[in-house]
């Protein structure tokens, strides 16, 4: 029976291990046998043991995860907010998800929610960074002083002149005082940034109308829970928070950005296009980057005996051929 399951797979790991008490008591309280359709209900509602044992097999990975993470971060602290997210990764493959954990801590992102998350894409655990990460590393840079990103609602007072002097040129004044139903809906994004020289950014000032337009373009994901009819992307079900961090994005084409933030976009344009989130590949290494990429999709396939049957067999790269001294020495007297 081939293990297709996160659960399935770190059973059958842990099993083959002198394991501690507490995680063979979890092993223990888990059904031996489960549909793939009630998977997921009875991890839900096995959370605590689920995600108890998915810990206990990431943990064994610490010291990766201490070498991604800035040293600001304690592992302890990273773990801890992944386990609130662990039940509804079930599904996902083991090296997905380990994947996806290491490129946020590389990032130095909690997996929280506000800075970053890590969402299941069919099999596949995707790190999506949140509109917080991306302020989170425009800090990190040392020439951003603050940030500022908002939404303005029907209700709400402001103008935007762009042909004025800043800060004269935007302004927003929001009626906390009302409630959400009298503030109306949000109508704009916006987003802007103070440098550390004491000069501002141009305001990046984004309609509901451009936020659609953005999403129906270059969001992969939106098209593909769109085409299947789940309906389950973030532009479908935190469409506010993807406006705003639409916003927020374009900010690097006025702002000067790090090398790392520069990086970030990279990786989350590929975890939306459903590529893998590779970071930090020099050029050199590109060769081996795609023989990994490679690798990884034969590993993250199906254990089924037809299934390999029609996969390619990996090829050796030619290097190209080194001279020794001597055979240099020869060569020269000809």
């Known amino acids: 029976m081939s293990l297709t399951t996160l659960r399935d797979r770190v059973r059958a790991a842990t099993t083959e291990k002198p394991a501690p008490d507490a995680t063979m008591d979890a092993l223990a309280a888990i059904p031996q046998?489960?549909?793939?359709?009630?998977?997921?209900?009875?991890?839900q509602a096995e959370g605590d043991d689920v995600a108890d044992l998915v810990l206990n097999w990431l943990e064994q990975y610490g010291g990766d995860f201490t070498k991604a993470l800035p040293s600001h971060i304690d592992v302890k602290a990273f773990l801890s907010a992944v386990r609130a997210a662990l039940p509804g990764l079930v599904r996902c493959t083991p090296a997905s998800l380990r994947q996806a954990l290491l490129t946020c801590a590389r990032f130095g992102l909690i997996p929280d929610g506000r800075h970053a998350v890590i969402k299941r894409e069919g099999k596949t655990a995707v790190f999506v960074p949140m509109a917080q990460g991306y302020v989170e590393l425009m800090y990190r840079s040392g020439r951003v002083g603050s940030v500022h990103v908002g939404m303005i609602h029907e209700s709400d007072e402001w103008s935007y002149e762009p042909s004025a002097p800043a800060p004269l040129d935007f302004t927003h004044k929001p009626r906390v005082e009302l409630s959400?139903?009298?503030?109306?809906?949000?109508?704009?994004?916006?987003?802007?940034?103070?440098?550390?020289?004491?000069?501002?950014?141009?305001?990046?000032?984004?309609?509901?109308?451009?936020?659609?337009?953005?999403?129906?373009?270059?969001?992969?994901?939106?098209?593909?829970?769109?085409?299947?009819?789940?309906?389950?992307?973030f532009w479908h079900t935190d469409f506010d928070k993807m406006w705003a961090k639409s916003a927020l994005r374009r900010l690097h084409k006025v702002v000067p950005m790090s090398a790392e933030l520069v990086a970030l976009l990279k990786a989350?344009?590929?975890?939306?296009?459903?590529?893998?989130?590779?970071?930090?590949?020099?050029?050199?290494?590109?060769?081996l980057q795609e023989d990994a990429e490679v690798a990884h999709a034969f590993a993250e396939a199906s254990q089924d005996?037809?299934?390999?049957?029609?996969?390619?067999?990996?090829?050796?790269?030619s290097q190209p051929r080194r001279t020794t001294r001597l055979q240099r020495r020869k060569a020269s007297r000809r």
């Open 305 to 317: 005996p037809q299934d390999a049957r029609t996969r390619p067999l990996l090829r050796k790269r």
């Open 33 to 43: 046998q489960s549909a793939p359709d009630q998977l997921h209900t009875s991890a």
């Open 268 to 287: 989350d344009e590929a975890g939306d296009a459903g590529q893998a989130q590779i970071v930090h590949a020099p050029a050199s290494e590109v060769p």
């Open 180 to 233: 959400k139903t009298d503030r109306g809906p949000a109508i704009l994004a916006y987003a802007f940034c103070w440098m550390t020289s004491g000069a501002r950014s141009q305001v990046i000032v984004l309609s509901r109308e451009d936020a659609e337009a953005i999403r129906d373009e270059y969001s992969s994901a939106y098209q593909r829970a769109k085409e299947s009819g789940a309906n389950d992307s």
